[in-house]
């Protein structure tokens, strides 16, 4: 069982910055892709960004797009998530994920491993 516990949560003003990290209990998790939903209120959870194995690629939803950057140190079993310039609609449980295989995917249903969240909340 991976175990993926994420940090960096808080309260913020819009247009502040904050950085979300994820650790996993298992040196293994570097060749699989890591991923970020968030679940807003009163909201499904929607993809946020992933990253493929080893690092190569990153992908991101439209809407944080040029604002957020997602990142891995592999040697620490890390996964980062960089939001700049946040909003009020950023406001979510942030989770992060291990993907099934390599590959980078937007689809909730293939990853296998999900953090307990972290709390961000971005007021106006």
């Known amino acids: 069982q991976v175990q993926l516990v994420e940090s960096g949560g808080g309260s913020v003003q819009a247009g502040a910055s904050l950085k979300l990290s994820c650790v996993a209990s298992?040196?293994?998790?570097?060749?699989?892709?890591l991923g970020w939903f968030r679940q807003g209120p009163g909201k499904e959870r929607e993809f946020v960004a992933a990253?493929?194995?080893?690092?190569?690629?990153?992908y991101y939803a439209d809407s944080v797009k040029d604002r957020f950057i997602v990142s891995r140190e592999n040697d620490k079993n890390t996964v980062h998530l960089q939001m700049n310039s946040l909003k009020p609609e950023d406001t979510a449980i942030y989770y992060c994920?291990?993907?099934?295989?390599?590959?980078?995917?937007?689809?909730?249903?293939?990853?296998?491993?999900w953090g307990q969240g972290t709390q961000v909340t971005v007021s106006s």
């Open positions: 298992e040196y293994s998790s570097t060749w699989y892709a």
């Open positions: 990253i493929t194995g080893y690092g190569g690629i990153s």
């Open positions: 994920a291990r993907a099934k295989d390599g590959s980078g995917s937007h689809y909730q249903d293939d990853y296998i491993y």
